[in-house]
Structures are given as C-alpha cells and as structure tokens.
C-alpha cells in the first residue's frame, strides 16, 4: 500500500479531486482550483471572498500566526477581511486551561489588528494529538469592480515579488530545529531568524494595500506549501499563461541562504509566506515601485507574463528551461528525520 508524504498532497491528485467538486449554486463566482486561494460568492453589490487554512508545522504564536497566514489569502483578492471562524483541536494530557486563553488571545488581538470580528468555532482537546492544531476560515468582502484573481492576468504584466523568500520557513526552522543550526548561525542570528515572522514579517497585508492603491494589479498571490517555484506554477496554471522566470533576482537573505545550504534545502521550494507574489500592468509598474520604496518595503521584478499556456521557465542561453515544480513542501523533510 502507498502512503502519501507529509503536506500538500501531490498537484495532480489534488487536480484530480478539485475537478469533481460540486457547485450547484450559480452564486458561486469562483470554486477551488490550482492556484485559487479562495472561493468567491456573489452578494449582490459585493463579492464574499472566503478562505480556509490551518496551521500544522508550528505551535509558536500559533493563534496570531493562524490570523494572519489567512489574512494574506483574504487581501490579495482586493477584499477586506471581516469575520473569522476557528476551530481549534489541543492534544490531550498537555492542555492547560492557561493554554487555552493563551491561544484565544493569539487570536483575538490578531483579529483587533484588522478589525475583524470573530464570530465562532469550535474547540475541543483531541485524542492522539501531539501538538496544537488551528484551522481558521476567513471571510472577506470587496467591492465588484475591485475584485482580482489571476484570470485576470495580461500577456505582458510584470512580474514583481516583495521582501522575498523564504521568510516563513527561516522562522520555523529556527524555533523547531534550533539546535541544528549553532553551527552555522550565531545565537544573535538565531533569534533573530525565529523573529523573521515580525521582522521581516509574514504578514502581506501593507504591501497588497499599497500595490492596490496603485492600480494595475492583475494577479496577487501568496506563497505558502511548496514556496515560490510553487506559487509561481499555481499562478500560471490558474492565469493560463506562460511566466517567464528571473530565479538570481529573488531576494533571499543571508541567514535563510545559510539556513538552506546547511540543511541542504531548496529555497525556492519553502513556504515562504510573508512574500507578495505580484503581476502588474507595465503603465502601473513605476508608481507600484515607488509606493513600496516609499513605505522601505523591498521588491524586486523577477520575471513577466507571456503568451497562453502553461509553465514557468527559465531563460538559460539561448534556450528556456522549465523550473521544477515541487510536489511538496521542502520544511516537511525535517519533520520526517525527528
């Protein structure tokens, strides 16, 4: 019998079952599929923009981090997020009551940062669980004429990416798997490694804002399970259209890069929330740079829109090469050797 690894499962049995989803309520404006974050409603004047995601590969602030990991799905569809849901399943024979309203303060002060309003759930000590599990559904509204998704995305459209990569993971690893890493970090870099998820920060929610204020977003995307090489194939399998590819222009910092080679891990393959995956028209590109210089907010182009079809490549000489896409997330081959 074969058993699937741990994460995301595999693209093509995840196409597979995705591709059968009912959907029998004309309402429904957008459905699952690669590289659609969330589902849309129509609501009359306005979209409903929902999403759902748990968090399973850290316990480290986990109410907040589950908020903002949702929020970042919720706003790079042009909405506002508004009301949230939780459920919340805690291992038994480890939970304490002050546990409990740890993590419902988590979430409630994140909730507070955005002026969302929290209105239910579920919570439950669970059997045979070994750490906290949080999975948060977000519901978000935006106006018609504001609304994007990567259908609308333009031969073209530059290609632009915020901050840069992988700012999630860097954090995680060096809160789970701290002592792997004194040989090649100092203490101060350490720490300063597991704050990566206030500093640079994994939330996107300023630099969507920004870019939005702008105009000439087509697409954005978040970058989470599978890290760049994944989103930038998710977002052209959902744009269908070709993305032409810059790998040696993406931002990666020292202590991640240092992170990967020790740990011999593929930066472009770790979940990297905290990047803002972005395509915009070339009219808008100049100002969208300068709003997000003006705010210090790093970016760089890394790459542009093509013709229709489907790929990401990298232009190698004269010839492109295709950039892999990763059946999973490269983090989860840490959690397989503990």
Not at 138 to 147: A, S
Not at 153 to 162: A, P
Not at 173 to 201: C, K, M, R, W
């Amino acid at each position: 019998m074969e058993f699937l690894p741990i994460g995301k499962l595999p693209p093509a049995l995840l196409d597979s079952i995705i591709s059968k989803a009912p959907i029998t309520d004309k309402r429904v404006i957008l459905g699952p599929g690669t590289g659609i974050d969330c589902a849309v409603i129509d609501y009359g004047a306005s979209y409903l923009v929902m999403k759902t995601d748990p968090i399973t590969l850290t316990t480290e602030n986990i109410g907040w981090y589950a908020v903002q990991i949702n929020v970042n799905d919720i706003v790079t569809t042009g909405a506002k997020p508004q009301w949230m849901l939780a459920t919340v399943l805690l291992p038994e024979n480890k939970t304490t009551p002050a546990f409990v309203e740890q993590i419902s303060e988590q979430l409630f002060d994140a909730c507070k940062l955005f002026n969302i309003s929290f209105v239910g759930g579920h919570t439950e000590i669970t059997h045979d669980l070994n750490r906290p599990v949080i999975a948060v559904t977000l519901i978000g509204e935006v106006k018609k004429d504001n609304f994007i998704s990567p259908r609308g995305v333009k031969t073209g459209d530059k290609v632009l990416i915020t901050k840069g990569i992988p700012i999630e993971a860097t954090a995680i690893i060096a809160n789970d798997f701290e002592l792997s890493l004194t040989e090649v970090l100092t203490a101060q870099e350490i720490l300063q490694a597991q704050n990566y998820v206030h500093n640079p920060g994994i939330s996107v929610f300023q630099d969507a804002t920004l870019a939005l204020d702008c105009g000439g977003v087509t697409a954005m995307h978040d970058p989470t399970e599978g890290g760049l090489a994944a989103a930038l194939w998710e977002l052209s399998v959902a744009s269908r259209k070709k993305i032409r590819f810059y790998p040696d222009q993406v931002p990666v910092s020292e202590i991640s890069s240092k992170i990967c080679k020790h740990l011999n891990l593929n930066p472009m393959n770790l979940i990297a929330s905290g990047a803002l995956l972005l395509t915009v028209s070339p009219n808008k590109c100049t100002e969208i740079i300068k709003k997000l210089e003006e705010h210090q907010i790093v970016y760089k182009e890394i790459g542009f829109i093509q013709e229709f079809g489907e790929g990401v490549f990298i232009s190698n000489g004269s010839s492109l090469t295709a950039l892999v896409r990763p059946e999973r997330d490269d983090i989860t081959k840490l959690y397989e050797l503990q």
